[in-house]
């Protein structure tokens, strides 16, 4: 390093700690000594300090303060504020009637600017014996002018070129503090014999540990240290910095990359000696985000096996759990014995089940009825997706495994190489790779790819019996007692094993697991539940006690459904709370849809807002106020039914979310994946996550969650190096295991880590400026970044760089999803253009212009967001004027629903968790709840039921989110900073009632909107 660069180096440092001075002294309080040494070093011009000074009037602080940045004569900005400070003094001075300190400031502060108009028209108030004599001060009033004085200042502020830099920048809180502990514990580290419990008396010497006189007393490491002493506790924030080894990792399994097919040898006892090449595949992926299975409640990083083994005794602790499903809600008569049961992966209402004479059924739990069945030898059976298409895998007493098209009933590979029946199998995917294992009654595991090469890998489990995965589990007892152990796969060890069993079952045991919580196995005719990290016995069910020896188990993948097979060849389905819940509203929704479907009336306008809106079905626009009821003679017997209308708090649920830091705008807003916790991105670049307690596991309005920070205390914070984070565009994607999120607010691109808000890396230096994310669904190493140069960058976080660039837009990228069904990705601009991209080769397969309507060519440059159904096949365009709903293969659009001319415009919508319902908001703060099938209004929430009505600016919602597993909960982000969650009230159930017949039948009775004011739309996720 040259000499130059040296001391550029020094002064970069120098500054940095001048910084953490001020911080320091801020979060001190020193408020005094912080301002002074503001201006001493003129590092940082603090404007809110400059504010409040002369919104009281200290003019001779304000100007001292303003001095140590810049004088009257550096330039022309500089002048004016200086001028305008001294001239609203003097007209005070000369409101109070005090014409003598008047004549001094006119002489001796004002007269530099002697030769400027201004200084001889101030010169003559003074001659006034009231100066609002003059035309100009007429209706002057002091407060009003500090005001306006105020305003004034803060444009010059921003346009003088000595102010406008001098920012703190961004870091962590206490950092000076977190740096002096760092110190010192490295300190203690390097000691040669550190004691357990030290004290840091004074910081002006580095530390010793001095060993006490017994020459019996044994040094610890360094992780049991207690910082103490005077204000020691200041400086306890963060952990010493200890190197890890962390063994090198494959990014797949070996046998992936076909090596030869080989043996494993038995495990015996609680160890499994592997060798090396072939312990690959289990061993859990540590990518930047692990895939997860095709099982709805699979563990990634750990096997739960039921095995055999002589001997041993079970001693069950009870102890009871409201997250247990233990209420008997279906009961599905499948006239066949059930063998085998697995929910579909997306729909979860749906259950396939297989019997011990080979049928397949498939049943729609929500509504207790039986869809569709085929014919197959069946032991167990799972949905899998390879390569985006939806598959059912069987075994059977055959020893073969076989996968079917789940759409065509098509068989679409056999499996051949186990020597006994094949009991169990489970699919799963690891980087783009899919694959199955399988499990045999002689205790043999299997990996099979779907290539029809056989098997991968082939060695014994625990116990030498049947055995898999927990989430795809069943296994045979022979002469000993039955057990389930939980399996390090990577170490081959037995971490636990799960006791409670009938000592000699009679059968095959199975068991599941609900979300890596709970534990559930059928044995004895009992239900039996433990908790994941507790192997005693939690509690027993018999689910009314007609349940075979060792029945049928499932659960579903939120862990709120679990089908479980009966002696009179039934399935009974057990609900936990939110369960019932969710069966209650697929009911509602799956049967106001069917009459939707089957009615063919249009109803006159229900609403006093219909006069505003249009609706649009099939290219066909009209007025609702236009279209006269024709009602045919089925529909004569109809009742009246009016649009649910909300405008009081207490006719539902909410709860403001409590806020410590500033957000200001709440730019995006999302739920994790587990719904137990809320994210937001504010305009000042800052993320807040609001966490719910853990007895709750859940967001809801019964309690308030706490913003949650790690205990260092930092923020993740955007760079906004580049622009200012409220004029830039904010957007933000987050994995799918809640670990990592990537974010911008109109700078580079940070990836943090959800745990300890650390910024793990930074990439794509603007310009151009990111203005969407989207993670992969199958690679969360791959994510697409919409840019505002009309293009959509794939970048690899593997390799850092950006691997593709997708062009075809002409105005910036404002909306980008994936599917994850159809290996595809839609993306959105304000250009009105919608393009589908093949997300393998990334080439362009289709694309669409969203239709804006006639005579709104001004707000065609709109944002377009895109959302995707559940189905993975159907996604909601959301764009100011509109709804759309557009069928991806062929890119038609299957329904619309415009806001009329004139009419407030959308800000954001997007689809319920279960897409039974369409959540809008309004520039107004006027929230609609609409159904997903027709898109017609069932719900509105007036924003008199939950905005403040003493706010001094306009405040409206800019994003909506709604929650992962309760279809009825969504959330609000809005512009003064703050986050609502609304939920119905618990008596209702749902979000409004769909319309009646005399009968008691819901029916489709078209809607009009409501009537909501206009102005821009924000930026919501997608």
């Known amino acids: 390093m040259s000499e130059k660069e040296s001391k550029n180096n020094n002064a970069g440092l120098r500054r940095d700690l001048i910084y953490l001075i001020l911080q320091y002294l801020n979060e001190e309080k020193y408020n005094d000594t912080v301002h002074e040494f503001e201006r001493e070093t003129g590092s940082f011009f603090n404007v809110q300090y400059i504010e409040d000074l002369l919104l009281a009037g200290n003019w001779e602080v304000a100007e001292k303060y303003i001095s140590g940045f810049t004088k009257v004569e550096d330039n022309q900005n500089s002048r004016k504020i200086i001028f305008e400070i001294r001239k609203q003094k003097y007209l005070e001075v000369l409101d109070r009637l005090d014409r003598a300190t008047a004549a001094g400031i006119l002489q001796n502060e004002l007269k530099v600017f002697a030769r400027e108009k201004v200084y001889k028209d101030l010169t003559h108030l003074i001659t006034l014996n009231n100066f609002r004599e003059h035309p100009q001060f007429l209706h002057y009033n002091s407060n009003t002018a500090r005001t306006m004085l105020v305003t004034e200042l803060k444009k010059l502020f921003r346009a003088n070129p000595i102010l406008r830099y001098l920012i703190l920048p961004n870091m962590p809180d206490s950092r000076l503090k977190n740096l002096i502990n760092q110190s010192l514990k490295w300190q203690h580290m390097l000691c040669k014999t550190p004691l357990p419990n030290y004290e840091i008396h004074t910081l002006f010497m580095d530390h010793k540990c001095y060993q006490p006189k017994d020459s019996y007393a044994q040094p610890s490491s360094s992780n049991q240290q207690n910082v103490s002493g005077s204000r020691a506790e200041d400086f306890k924030s963060v952990q010493p910095c200890q190197p890890i080894a962390v063994p090198a990792r494959s990014p797949l399994p070996s046998w992936m990359l076909n090596i030869p097919n080989v043996t494993q040898p038995e495990v015996l006892g609680a160890t499994m000696e592997v060798q090396t090449n072939q312990v690959a595949l289990l061993n859990n992926l540590r990518t930047s985000d692990d895939i997860s299975t095709s099982r709805p409640s699979g563990i990634s990083d750990r096997l739960t096996l039921l095995v055999t083994s002589p001997g041993g005794s079970d001693s069950p602790v009870f102890n009871l759990t409201d997250e247990l499903p233990m209420t008997v809600v279906r009961t599905l008569n499948q006239g066949s014995c059930p063998r085998s049961m697995d929910f579909h992966p997306f729909t979860q209402s749906l259950l396939l089940v297989g019997t011990n004479v080979g049928d397949i059924g498939l049943w729609d739990v929500g509504l207790g009825e039986k869809i569709d069945s085929h014919i197959g030898s069946v032991y167990d059976l799972a949905f899998s997706c390879p390569r985006k298409k939806l598959s059912v895998i069987t075994c059977g007493d055959d020893q073969t495994i076989r996968v079917w098209d789940a759409i065509t009933g098509a068989k679409l590979f056999t499996f051949e190489g186990h020597k006994a029946p094949v ?31 056989g098997s991968k890998i082939d060695f014994n489990a625990p116990g030498g019996c049947c055995t898999t995965m927990a989430y795809s589990t069943d296994g045979k007892s022979q002469n000993g007692q039955t057990h389930i152990v939980e399996w390090v796969e990577s170490e081959g060890l037995v971490e636990r094993t799960y006791q409670g069993f009938h000592k000699r079952s009679l059968g ?152 410590t830091v500033e957000a200001n705008k709440i730019m995006r807003l999302i739920y994790t994946n587990s719904g137990d916790a809320i994210l937001a991105l504010g305009s000042n670049a800052i993320h807040l996550l609001w966490k719910w307690p853990r007895h709750n596991c859940k967001a809801t309005t019964k309690c308030p969650p706490n913003l949650w920070h790690p205990p260092s205390k930092i923020l993740m914070t955007n760079d906004s190096t580049y622009g200012r984070p409220e004029e830039s565009a904010s957007c933000f994607a987050l994995s799918k295991n809640d670990s990592y999120l990537v974010s911008s607010s109109g700078g580079k691109i940070s990836l943090f880590n959800m745990l300890t808000f650390k910024t793990m890396m930074t990439f794509i230096h603007p310009p151009p400026v990111p203005t969407c994310l989207a993670f992969h669904p199958q690679d969360n190493n791959i ?80 944002d377009i967001h895109v959302h995707f159904h559940q189905d993975q096949i159907h996604f909601l365009a959301v764009h100011e004027t509109q709804l759309a709903m557009y069928e991806t293969t062929k890119m038609e659009r299957v329904k619309q629903w415009l806001v009329a001319e004139f009419s407030p415009p959308l800000c954001h919508a997007t689809f319920s968790c279960d897409s039974q319902l369409v959540y809008a908001c309004f520039l107004d703060g006027t929230v609609g709840i609409f159904c997903s099938s027709n898109l017609q209004l069932q719900c509105i929430i007036s924003p008199t039921a939950y905005l403040p009505s003493s706010a001094s600016s306009p405040v409206y919602p800019i994003v909506i989110a709604t929650h992962p597993q309760e279809c009825n909960q969504f959330a609000l982000g809005l512009t003064d900073g703050s986050v609502h969650v609304f939920e119905p009230l618990e008596s209702e159930g749902q979000w409004g009632t769909p319309p009646v017949l005399d009968n008691g039948s819901p029916s489709n009775i078209p809607t009009a909107p409501p009537a909501v004011a206009s102005g821009s739309g924000g930026q919501p996720d997608g």
């Open 783 to 862: 994510i697409a970044i919409g840019m505002d140069d009309c293009t959509v960058q794939i970048f690899n976080v593997r390799v850092t760089e950006v691997t593709t660039k997708l062009k075809g837009h002409s105005e910036r990228i404002t909306g980008l999803a994936f599917s994850s069904v159809l290996n595809s990705l839609v993306s959105a601009g304000a250009d009105a253009r919608i393009i589908v991209w093949q997300s393998n080769e990334w080439i362009g397969l289709k694309s669409t212009s969203l239709d804006i309507p006639g005579g709104r060519s001004a707000i065609a440059l709109s």
């Open 423 to 453: 009991y169990s199998v489970c699919p799963n995917t690891r980087e783009n790779t899919h694959f199955i294992l399988s499990t045999s009654m002689d205790g043999k595991i299997k990996a099979w790819l779907y290539d029809m090469s």
């Open 508 to 659: 095959i045991v199975q068991f599941d697991t609900a979300k890596n919580r709970f534990l559930a196995a059928a044995d004895d005719h009992l239900i039996k539940f433990w908790e994941m990290d507790n192997a005693n016995l939690l509690m027993t069910f018999a689910a009314g006690g007609d349940l075979p020896a060792n029945p049928s188990i499932r659960y579903n993948k939120e862990g709120t459904l679990l089908a479980v097979s009966t002696n009179d060849n039934r399935v009974k389905i057990l609900a936990t709370l939110d369960g019932i819940h969710s069966l209650r509203a697929y009911e509602t929704r799956a049967t106001a849809s069917r009459i939707a479907s089957e009615a063919s009336c249009n109803i006159g306008p229900l609403s006093a807002f219909a006069s505003k809106i249009s609706t649009k079905v099939n290219g066909d626009t009209r007025n609702m106020m236009d279209v006269e009821p024709i009602l045919s003679e089925d529909h004569k017997s109809m009742k009246t039914w009016k649009l649910t209308e909300f405008d009081r708090p207490s006719q539902f649920l909410s709860l403001v979310l409590p806020v």
